[in-house]
Protein backbone atom coordinates (compact mmCIF):
# COMPACT_ATOMS: atom_id res chain seq x y z
CA UNK A 1 0.00 0.00 0.00
CA UNK A 2 1.32 3.51 -1.04
CA UNK A 3 2.09 5.90 2.04
CA UNK A 4 -0.48 8.30 0.96
CA UNK A 5 -3.35 5.91 0.94
CA UNK A 6 -2.17 4.58 4.16
CA UNK A 7 -2.46 8.13 5.58
CA UNK A 8 -5.92 8.16 3.51
CA UNK A 9 -6.91 5.22 5.55
CA UNK A 10 -5.89 6.37 8.94
CA UNK A 11 -7.27 9.63 9.05
CA UNK A 12 -10.59 7.93 7.94
CA UNK A 13 -10.11 6.00 10.66
CA UNK A 14 -9.43 8.39 13.18
CA UNK A 15 -12.58 10.39 12.00
CA UNK A 16 -14.84 7.22 12.45
CA UNK A 17 -13.90 6.85 15.89
CA UNK A 18 -14.64 10.03 17.10
CA UNK A 19 -17.67 11.64 14.77
CA UNK A 20 -18.68 14.42 17.84
CA UNK A 21 -15.63 16.08 16.89
CA UNK A 22 -16.78 16.80 13.66
CA UNK A 23 -19.70 18.61 14.60
CA UNK A 24 -17.68 21.09 17.17
CA UNK A 25 -15.74 23.97 15.66
CA UNK A 26 -13.20 26.09 17.50
CA UNK A 27 -13.55 29.21 16.91
CA UNK A 28 -10.42 32.08 18.38
CA UNK A 29 -9.05 31.11 21.77
CA UNK A 30 -9.96 27.19 20.95
CA UNK A 31 -13.56 27.89 22.13
CA UNK A 32 -15.76 24.82 21.26
CA UNK A 33 -19.13 25.39 19.82
CA UNK A 34 -21.30 22.69 18.77
CA UNK A 35 -24.75 22.49 17.77
CA UNK A 36 -27.18 21.41 20.23
CA UNK A 37 -30.92 21.89 18.25
CA UNK A 38 -32.14 23.49 14.95
CA UNK A 39 -31.29 27.42 15.33
CA UNK A 40 -29.22 26.32 19.12
CA UNK A 41 -25.78 26.04 19.47
CA UNK A 42 -23.63 26.04 22.64
CA UNK A 43 -20.51 27.30 23.54
CA UNK A 44 -17.88 25.70 25.57
CA UNK A 45 -14.62 28.09 26.36
CA UNK A 46 -11.63 25.97 28.34
CA UNK A 47 -11.46 28.50 31.25
CA UNK A 48 -12.33 32.32 31.24
CA UNK A 49 -14.49 34.94 32.07
CA UNK A 50 -18.05 36.09 30.46
CA UNK A 51 -15.95 37.44 27.43
CA UNK A 52 -15.25 34.17 25.76
CA UNK A 53 -18.66 32.46 25.48
CA UNK A 54 -19.88 36.01 23.71
CA UNK A 55 -16.25 35.67 21.35
CA UNK A 56 -17.31 32.10 21.23
CA UNK A 57 -20.87 32.71 20.11
CA UNK A 58 -19.83 35.89 17.73
CA UNK A 59 -16.94 34.18 16.32
CA UNK A 60 -18.75 30.70 15.04
CA UNK A 61 -22.11 32.89 13.84
CA UNK A 62 -19.82 35.09 11.54
CA UNK A 63 -17.34 32.68 10.22
CA UNK A 64 -19.05 29.64 10.15
CA UNK A 65 -23.07 30.76 9.97
CA UNK A 66 -21.91 34.10 7.77
CA UNK A 67 -24.43 35.70 9.55
CA UNK A 68 -24.17 39.87 9.18
CA UNK A 69 -22.59 41.52 11.87
CA UNK A 70 -25.31 43.41 12.62
CA UNK A 71 -27.33 40.08 13.50
CA UNK A 72 -28.55 39.32 17.35
CA UNK A 73 -26.97 37.04 19.52
CA UNK A 74 -29.23 35.50 21.85
CA UNK A 75 -29.11 33.10 25.36
CA UNK A 76 -31.59 30.59 25.08
CA UNK A 77 -29.79 29.26 28.40
CA UNK A 78 -28.04 30.42 30.47
CA UNK A 79 -24.29 29.11 32.26
CA UNK A 80 -24.53 25.63 33.04
CA UNK A 81 -23.28 22.04 32.18
CA UNK A 82 -22.85 21.32 28.65
CA UNK A 83 -25.17 19.26 26.48
CA UNK A 84 -22.54 18.24 24.43
CA UNK A 85 -19.57 17.86 26.39
CA UNK A 86 -20.31 17.18 29.62
CA UNK A 87 -18.19 20.08 30.64
CA UNK A 88 -19.53 22.23 33.53
CA UNK A 89 -19.34 25.81 31.68
CA UNK A 90 -21.48 26.11 29.06
CA UNK A 91 -23.59 28.98 27.36
CA UNK A 92 -26.00 28.39 24.77
CA UNK A 93 -27.01 31.04 21.90
CA UNK A 94 -30.17 31.39 19.24
CA UNK A 95 -29.69 33.69 16.34
CA UNK A 96 -33.44 33.02 16.06
CA UNK A 97 -35.28 35.95 18.64
CA UNK A 98 -38.64 33.25 18.53
CA UNK A 99 -35.97 30.42 20.45
CA UNK A 100 -35.02 33.17 23.21
CA UNK A 101 -35.23 33.09 26.25
CA UNK A 102 -37.25 35.81 27.96
CA UNK A 103 -35.25 39.06 28.38
CA UNK A 104 -34.13 39.22 32.44
CA UNK A 105 -35.95 40.75 35.09
CA UNK A 106 -33.79 43.51 35.74
CA UNK A 107 -32.42 44.23 32.25
CA UNK A 108 -28.92 43.31 30.86
CA UNK A 109 -26.75 43.21 33.93
CA UNK A 110 -22.76 42.92 32.57
CA UNK A 111 -21.26 40.64 29.94
CA UNK A 112 -20.39 37.79 33.00
CA UNK A 113 -24.06 38.03 33.91
CA UNK A 114 -25.08 34.95 31.19
CA UNK A 115 -28.25 34.82 31.82
CA UNK A 116 -30.80 33.55 29.58
CA UNK A 117 -32.28 36.40 27.35
CA UNK A 118 -29.14 38.62 27.12
CA UNK A 119 -28.81 39.53 24.22
CA UNK A 120 -25.75 41.70 22.19
CA UNK A 121 -25.05 42.09 18.55
CA UNK A 122 -22.44 40.07 16.38
CA UNK A 123 -20.17 42.59 15.79
CA UNK A 124 -20.34 44.02 19.67
CA UNK A 125 -19.86 40.17 20.81
CA UNK A 126 -16.90 39.57 18.52
CA UNK A 127 -14.99 43.13 19.65
CA UNK A 128 -14.73 40.58 22.96
CA UNK A 129 -12.44 38.63 21.55
CA UNK A 130 -9.45 41.62 21.25
CA UNK A 131 -10.35 42.30 25.02
CA UNK A 132 -7.54 41.17 27.12
CA UNK A 133 -8.75 38.66 29.17
CA UNK A 134 -8.99 38.94 32.50
CA UNK A 135 -10.71 42.59 31.07
CA UNK A 136 -14.30 42.87 30.34
Not at 8 to 34: C, E, G, Q, W, Y
Not at 63 to 71: G, I, K, M
Request: aromatic share 8%.
Amino acid sequence: MKPVAAAAIAATSLMMAFPASLDAKASRHSIRVNPVSDGIFEVIPGAGNGILFWCGAADYAQRVLRVPWSAKLHISRGLGPSETTGRRSAVQFTLDANLAAAAPTGGYGSVNSLQAGDTMSVQRAFDYCFVPFGRP
